[in-house]
């Protein structure tokens, strides 16, 4: 035992220089931290921007197909036009960025969430079935020079679905379906949004479906005769006329 | 005596690292507890991340070219009020794409002094393509910019 302490003289040492290189590691590791915190905080704002930039693109797809699908003479350059547009003017309202924006419109026919869309400049609507819809799609490039971001892609697509299920003569209703993106039902559609040619609609009510989750019944005033073609606008603007059968 | 004396380093070198245990618990119960001031060199950067957000986040519900298009300028300046905490003013401005002002009500939360006093006031640009109108039985969906300027400061 008395060996052992006097052997024991160093052993302190040793534990306190451990200890303090512990503390110094550990003192590193905050300051490091404390250091590089506010290095990564401008990609935020400019993960925001690119926010901005993609929801307007959207938007602005989606603006282009209501006026397409509105227009009694539609042009199939309104997208192309309003994307000339837009990449001039996203450098007055993002001054300083050096915002470049490339955009590509597909043309010729293309699987549309099972259907098939034949686009004219990013833009296509096929009517008068009983399953319709319009649709647009642009593939975007991104370039911000101030801080070196190129080549950043994404797409944005404006769809709108409307299916005639089953039209009941003899109590004038009409049961439809209305999808956008993705095949998701919309849920927010009143009296307002639907037409029937025609006839006037009376109520629009709306129930859960296990097939469809949402399923629209049209009910009209006065005796319903085939064919019956059914309009509907989303709170988008984009128009889809129906016709049954 | 001689042992004695062999000690008296190793009972130093135990306090020392006692007090190093007492001075890291300290450091590190204060960090945890400590509510520091945001620098202000960050400040600014703080209020434009929020801004952008704000902005971003009323135009994915929808609401900020609602807002916007159809002159709603009381309900945006609600919805801001709403969504920034009590403690920061803004002065929110609409211009279209010649630069003229668009919003003939002042979209202002806070106190003008404040505004006018401070040091760091963040200015945000965001952008907005267009609306559908809703005319007759059908939808006017025309290309017509807007931009808007949010600045922001603390109170």
Known sequence: MRKLRANSKGQFVIIAVLLIALMIVSIGAVMSRAVTYYKHEPWEEYLTLLGNVEISSSRLVELSLANYTNSASPSSSILKNNLQNWQGDMSRIYPGYGITLAATLPSGPYNVYGATATYSYGLNYTWQKRASFSVANATFTLNVTSIGLTGYKYTSIAFLNLTILSVNTDTSEITVTVKRENSEPIFNLEQDNFQVDGRTISKVSSRYDDQYIVVYTIKCQGTLTLPVTVRVWDSRGIKVIARYP | ?155
């Open chain 2, 1 to 155: 005596m001689t042992k004695k004396n062999g000690n008296k380093g190793q009972i130093r070198v135990i306090e020392t690292i006692l007090a190093s245990f007492f001075i890291m618990f300290a450091l590190t119960f204060a960090n945890i507890f400590a509510a520091l001031p945001t620098s202000p060199r960050y400040e600014a950067t703080e209020l434009q991340k929020l801004g952008f957000n704000v902005l971003q986040d009323l135009d994915e519900k929808g609401l900020l070219p609602r807002f916007v298009y159809n002159n709603e300028w009381d309900n945006l300046r609600a919805a801001l009020r709403v969504t920034l905490s009590a403690d920061t003013h803004f002065n929110l401005t609409v211009y279209d794409l010649d630069g003229e002002k668009v919003n003939d009500v002042s979209i202002f939360y806070g106190d003008y002094q404040t505004f006018a006093a401070s040091k760091n006031i963040a200015s945000v640009s965001y952008g907005l393509v267009g609306y559908p109108v809703q005319v007759g039985g059908s939808y006017q969906a025309v290309y017509e910019p807007r931009t808007l300027i949010l600045q922001l400061t603390r109170g």
